[in-house]
Nanobody
């Protein structure tokens, strides 16, 4: 089993940057893929970015060129660097890890982009 804890959310103005962290613990060696998702009020949860053990990354079209997903060498922490933030990026951001075919979720961190 893997436990995930997100941090780094907050209130920023449009155009500013923010870096989220997802700290993993437990059976980290079983993680095959980690992704960031987000859920805005009244909307469904959506995929934002993901990274595989091989280093392959994927991004939603809405964040390409603005967001970057990365990990540390041990996969203990997965980051989401967000730049040029827009009001429509406002959401709760969740980290999810795929382990042995099971998706584990963190509790989420709030990101609010407002002037």
């Amino acid at each position: 089993q893997v436990q995930l804890v997100e941090s780094g959310g907050g209130l920023v103005q449009p155009g500013e940057s923010l870096k989220l962290s997802c700290a993993a613990s437990g059976r980290i060696f079983t993680i095959a893929y980690v992704a960031w998702h987000r859920q805005a009020p009244g909307k469904q949860r959506e995929f934002v970015a993901g990274v595989s053990r091989s280093g392959t990354t994927q991004y939603a079209d809405s964040v390409k060129g603005r967001f970057t997903i990365s990990t540390d060498n041990t996969w203990n922490t997965v980051y989401l660097r967000m730049s040029n933030l827009k009001p429509e990026d406002t959401a709760v951001y969740f980290c999810a890890a795929l382990t042995n075919g099971v998706r584990e979720w963190g509790q989420g961190t709030q990101v609010t982009v407002s002037s």
